[in-house]
């Protein structure tokens, strides 16, 4: 979802560096480019461990997720493209779902904003898993969801932990160099795009019946 449905990585990097500026913490991009396409709580911890901050990732959470919703309502807005080629996939009947590292509550302010009900089969979020990205959990359940076969899915992902998790999970991977995707290594994916419309349908199944 995030970087690849919506262009939201800005908002989760404006509400992480918000979230440690009353620590003192003025957070870099290199504190966050190994974070992309995982939770926000994995963020948040390990930032915690690394700074030595005396607080807890129960403490933090909620102020940081309140935040991060306003962001998501007030400003989200999708990427170029994606919208025709969620509605090329749905005409030519194929099953979607979002698959994404978030929590529910964003999942569903992004398909209420972007009227997605219509397209998607099926969502997972990544307080359903017991292991988010780069582990397969989030994508082998959302397979089961859609009841079918891991290796007759097509994950569309703009980082390095999504592809991943991908691999992990027997899919085969279109990696996405969104405008936002702060040199993610998508060299592992099946195949590499900087532009949604550039993906057809016919690439989508060959890389499906080649990944068996």
Request: aromatic share 6%.
């Amino acid at each position: 979802m995030d970087g690849v449905v919506v262009d939201s990585e800005p908002l989760h990097i404006r509400a992480e560096k918000k979230s440690f500026v009353p620590y003192g913490i003025h957070l870099t991009d290199r504190d966050l480019q190994g974070y992309m396409g995982r939770s926000s709580r994995i963020f948040l911890q390990d930032m915690i461990k690394k700074y030595n901050l005396n607080t807890t990732i129960h403490e933090m959470y909620p102020e940081h997720k309140r935040h991060l919703l306003q962001l998501y309502r007030e400003e989200i807005t999708p990427i170029p493209g994606v919208l025709s080629l969620m509605n090329i996939l749905k005409k030519e009947g194929l099953d979607m779902a979002l698959a994404s590292s978030s929590d529910r509550d964003l999942i569903d302010v992004v398909v209420e904003k972007l009227h997605l009900s219509e397209f998607l089969k099926t969502s997972v979020s990544g307080d359903e898993v017991k292991r988010t990205k780069p582990y397969p959990d989030i994508f082998l359940e959302t397979a089961r969801r859609l009841h079918c076969a891991p290796h007759t899915c097509v994950v569309i992902e703009d980082s390095a932990a999504g592809i991943e998790a991908a691999l992990s999970a027997g899919m085969a991977s279109v990696g996405f160099r969104s405008p936002h995707s702060l040199n993610q290594d998508l060299k592992e994916a099946h195949l590499v795009v900087d532009d949604l419309q550039k993906i057809n349908v016919q690439q989508l199944i060959r890389l499906a019946e080649e990944s068996r």
